[in-house]
């Protein structure tokens, strides 16, 4: 079995750690530190006032993520040091289980990448930014993708599962939060479970976009696979042939408190040669 993952957009300048893994195995995915990217080192990161100001946003944004829909964007500090952060859990998560990633995700943020100033961080529930200059608003459209190379789809599966996925597009940019999943029934080969989601803080035309250029750059490489998902700065995107999402349908701010739902979850391990394709 060899998973692939393919690269499209990010600078070389950027030290690049990513191992996302699933099994289709499970109906439904477990939390998981899927990678993380910095840049280059940079002395001034060392500084006790940077590392104050990263250390006050890191908190502020896992404390108020949660409560706000598992979305939250601030920044600490003053100019030159500033600092802004971004953090986002995933829509059909809880509210308990997006404040367990994002506690987490900032936990790793504050060891990880200790020389670099814009440093992005996925895990399977949640993505982390944070840079010394101003993101907010502005669409990326560098993704990393990641498959089973070995998976194959049948071939009447190739444009359907595409069409699907870009309809997906379309309706998650529509939303109030950016995010939807979505079903499709194809007989006899079974079903396909897709779901998209944006960052908040870019606009809703950005936000298809950026969708569909993942869905351009990778499709040649990904239409014909049984499963495989695509993380970006802006935007993500899932297709599997199994059900990998929750049916969470409360907003996460609403959901405080309450018991995680996830009933049967479990975390599926690959261990795999990891093989990496530049695309720039």
Known sequence: MKIVLLLVD?????????SLISDPCYAADNNTNLGSQCSIDD????????????????DVLAANAPLQNGFYTTETGK???KDYGLIQCRGDISADDCRNCTNNITRIASTACQKSKNVWIWFRWCFLRYSNASFFGSVE???AASTNDTDLDVPSMVS?????????????SKQPLMF????????QSGKRYGMAQCTRDISKADCRNCLDHQLESFKSVLANKRGWEIHGSSCFMWYQDYQFYFNISTPASEGAGKPSSHKGAAIGLITSMLALVMVL
């Open 160 to 172: 359907k599962g595409l069409d699907f996925m870009g309809e997906l597009a379309q309706n998650a």
């Open 141 to 143: 459209y560098s993704s």
């Open 79 to 81: 100019k030159p040091e």
């Open 43 to 58: 002395k001034s990161a060392a500084d006790n006032e940077f590392q104050i100001n990263r250390r006050n946003l890191l």
């Open 10 to 18: 990010f600078v070389a300048v950027f030290a690049i750690s990513l």
């Open 180 to 187: 939807q999943t979505a079903v499709l029934d194809v007989g």
